[in-house]
C-alpha cells in the first residue's frame, strides 16, 4: 500500500522503562540496531498498527504499557535502490512513519522476541534515551534524529543523563559510540558530560539473547539475570 508518492505508510515505536532509557534491538542475524517498526496494513490506523508491530517484535500487549505522544506529521525516509526489490523499483520510494512514544507500565519480563515465528530482532537492551546513530543503518538515521528530538519534550526526566545542550545532544547523535567510549575513557563522564554510571544487573526477555557491543563497555561486569 504506497501513497501517491511513492511512500509506504508505517510506524515507529520509542519504548521507554521507568529511568528513561529506550528499548533498542539488534536486528537478526545483522550487526545493525534499531527501533521497532512496521507497515500500517490496509484497514489499520496507526495507533492500530503500533499496537500490533509493538506485540509481534517484542511481545508487548496494550496493557502492558502507555502512549506518551506521537509525532505531529508523516517523517520520511528514502530507500536506496539497491534495498529495493527489482519489481518494486520506479514505483516504491521509502517509508513515511507516524512514531510514537511509549511508556513500559509492565515488566522486563514480558518482553518476548519471539512472540511470533518471523522474529525482528535476537537481542536487545535498554539505551540511553539519545541512542548511537552510527550503528543504525544510514538511510533511516535522519528520521530517528527527528523523532527523537520531536518527542524528547514528552520523556519523563529521571535520575539518568537525558538533558543536554542542543548541540551536545546532536552530536551525540550524530557521533554515536565511539564518540561516547572516548569521552568516557578521557574523563571518566559520559554522552555531555554526564558521570558515567556502574552496570547494573538486567533482565532478558522469553527467547531473547545478550551480545554486548564490541565497540562499548556496555554490560562489562554486569550481572546477567536469565530467564
Request: hydrophobic share 35%.
Amino acid at each position: 500500500m504506497l501513497d501517491r508518492d511513492g511512500f509506504r505508510p508505517n510506524v515507529g515505536i520509542i519504548l521507554l522503562n521507568q529511568r528513561s532509557q529506550v528499548f533498542w534491538g539488534k536486528r537478526i542475524r545483522t550487526h545493525s540496531w534499531q527501533f521497532p517498526q512496521g507497515g500500517i496494513d490496509r484497514g489499520e490506523n496507526p495507533e492500530q498498527a503500533m499496537f500490533r508491530e509493538l506485540h509481534e517484535e517484542v511481545g508487548l500487549h496494550p496493557q502492558h504499557v502507555q502512549v506518551l505522544a506521537r509525532t505531529r506529521d508523516w517523517l520520511r525516509y528514502e530507500v536506496p535502490d539497491r534495498f529495493i526489490r527489482r519489481d518494486a523499483r520506479g514505483h516504491y520510494k521509502g517509508q513515511k512513519q507516524i512514531w510514537f512514544l511509549l511508556q513500559l507500565v509492565g515488566h522486563d519480563w514480558d518482553l518476548n522476541l519471539r512472540a511470533t515465528t518471523h522474529p525482528e530482532f535476537d537481542a536487545w537492551r535498554w539505551n540511553d534515551y539519545w541512542v548511537p546513530l552510527d550503528v543504525v543503518v544510514e538511510f533511516k538515521r535522519g528520521v530517528y534524529e527527528m523523532a527523537l528530538t520531536e518527542l524528547s519534550r514528552f520523556v519523563p526526566r529521571s535520575e539518568l543523563r537525558f538533558d543536554a545542550k542542543p548541540e551536545q545532544r546532536n552530536r551525540y547523535l550524530r557521533g554515536g559510540l565511539h564518540q561516547r567510549d572516548a569521552q568516557q575513557g578521557e574523563s571518566g563522564a559520559g554522552a555531555a558530560g554526564y558521570p558515567s554510571r556502574p552496570c547494573a544487573p538486567f533482565e532478558l526477555p522469553p527467547g531473547g539473547t545478550f551480545e554486548p557491543d564490541p565497540h562499548t563497555n556496555f554490560g562489562a561486569g554486569a550481572p546477567v539475570k536469565k530467564p
